[in-house]
């Protein structure tokens, strides 16, 4: 996708705030994002070991949850996605229902697949891509 049909996004529920909202209404405030599904991750945090939450945007494939570690298309990676990298142990919050998963980067050979999916639930993930000399990983939470 062209940078010109970026779809830009609504702002208004975002980060911490999204996070509080998500949970304090078990989902029913915060999953639906900008017309996309959220889950709420919460990994553990790699230097202060303690739990770090974020929402992201998700699709399904099978019984496996896919999130883009796209950070917009910035230059580097978001911390979750480095503290994944260090504890892939985590747990994942969609709407009210809570699970324990694992997580893993796609391979390459499965990356075109899942990206597919992904880019379907929300086409700005090609235009990050784009913007960033750095390949977006796309991460798989298997439920355990």
Same mark, same amino acid.
């Given at each position: 996708m062209p940078e010109?049909?970026?779809?830009?996004?609504?702002?208004? %529920?975002?980060g911490d *705030?999204? =996070?509080r909202a998500y949970q304090d209404s078990g989902g029913e405030v915060g999953y639906v994002w900008n017309g996309v599904p959220t889950l709420l991750l919460t990994v553990t945090g790699r230097r202060s070991?303690?739990? %770090?939450?974020? $929402?992201?945007?998700?699709?399904?494939?099978?019984?496996?949850y896919l999130v883009v570690a796209s950070y917009g298309g910035a230059p580097h990676h978001p911390s979750w996605y480095? @503290? %994944? &990298?260090?504890?892939?142990? &985590?747990?994942?919050? =969609?709407?009210?229902e809570h699970k324990p998963v694992i997580a893993r980067?796609?391979? =390459? +050979? *499965?990356?075109?697949? %899942?990206?597919?999916?992904? +880019?379907?639930v929300w $086409? @700005?993930?090609? =235009?990050?891509?784009?913007? +960033? &000399?750095?390949?977006?990983?796309?991460v798989i939470l298997s439920p355990v």
């Open positions: 010109s049909q970026y779809r830009p996004t609504d702002l208004t %529920l975002l *705030e999204h =996070v070991g303690r739990p %770090l939450t974020r $929402p992201l945007i998700f699709g399904r494939d099978h019984d496996d480095l @503290n %994944l &990298a260090a504890d892939p142990n &985590a747990t994942i919050q =969609v709407q009210s980067t796609a391979s =390459v +050979t *499965e990356k075109p697949r %899942l990206w597919k999916i992904m +880019t379907d $086409p @700005n993930y090609d =235009v990050y891509q784009s913007r +960033t &000399a750095r390949d977006i990983p796309l």
